[in-house]
């Protein structure tokens, strides 16, 4: 499978967006390299239930080779955000192989795989201390410089401009922690993005700002997305691809425009359903 890599033109609300990557980051644009950013092949999880084993997902095959942002959807149960862990190697596939620029996942250390294939949680985990201590913790495991100056324009760009760093990140909150989650795994600059409903927590100002975020951050970084959503109309203007579970399977692969158009009248393709439980 060919994914096409459209690029997807909004108007900005303001300049700042643009701004970030034209002033603090070199890009991959210009870097032209043919091999496949991602593949999975034959992929299969179980899971243990009423003590018997039962298939999450199987037969999970994929191919992303050029930059592109890849909506997730599927009713809950499929094992959407399992399928993310697995591909970011923090869960382990019980049959199958990943690809990364056609490199085993398992040729590579864990810490050097996440520097290139990262994945952001809905519900992210904070570290004890601040939230500069939390923004820089990326750059501490893989031994990088801290951007400070890209870390604060990325928190301007999502309405956090204005935050004390040295606040307690266990006294933000949900949305709070989302945002800062994001930018900390921006800052490693992975050229695949697993992003697990990571907008879920957010009012809409400030989902509209990380969309748009993400948007730009695709087109100046050359970055790959995939992207967990419960939202039709999230999926529908930040992806350029949909893939659909189904059936406890990766049941379609569609350029976006298409699966809308093709979807048929009273069906969702699984996209009308409660947040909770395992995606």
């Known amino acids: 499978m060919k994914v096409t890599y459209t690029v997807i033109a909004k108007e900005r609300d303001s300049a700042l967006a643009f701004a970030i990557f ?34 999450l997902f199987t037969n999970v095959s994929a191919k ?5 942002i890849v909506a997730l ?22 049959h199958g192989t990943i690809r990364y620029r ?14 290139k294939v990262s994945y952001v949680a809905q519900q992210p985990a904070m570290l004890d201390g601040s939230v ?11 031994r990088q410089a801290f951007d400070d100056k890209l870390a604060h324009k990325l928190m301007e760009a999502v309405g956090l401009g204005a935050m004390d760093r040295s606040k307690r990140a266990a006294d933000l909150s949900g ?14 600059k992975p050229e695949v993005l697993l992003l697990d409903e990571i907008t879920a927590a957010l009012d ?44 406890h399977t990766l049941q379609q692969q569609a350029d976006t425009t298409r699966f809308f158009e093709n979807t048929a009248s009273g069906s969702d393709g699984g996209l009308a359903y409660s947040n909770a439980g395992e995606g």
């Open 204 to 247: 809409p100002q400030s989902k509209e700002a990380v969309e748009q975020l993400l948007l730009d951050w695709h087109k100046r970084e050359a970055a790959t997305m995939l992207w967990v959503t419960h939202d039709r109309e999230q999926a529908r203007h930040t992806s350029q691809r949909v893939w659909l579970m189904a059936e």
């Open 73 to 94: 959807i599927g009713a809950s149960g499929q094992g959407k955000s399992t399928l993310l862990r697995v591909i970011g190697m923090l869960d382990a596939a019980d």
């Open 22 to 55: 034209k002033s603090s980051t070199s890009g991959r644009s210009g870097i032209v390299n043919h091999t496949p950013i991602l593949e999975i092949d034959d992929l299969q999880k179980t899971v243990l239930e009423n003590e018997q084993r039962r298939y």
């Open 175 to 188: 949305g709070e922690k989302q945002r800062i989650a994001l930018i900390r795994t921006l800052l490693l």
């Open 102 to 115: 056609n490199t085993l996942a398992d040729d590579y250390a864990p810490r050097h795989w996440r520097m």
């Open 64 to 68: 992303i080779e050029e930059p592109t």
């Open 132 to 142: 500069d201590d939390n923004l820089r913790l990326v750059s501490r495991l893989h």
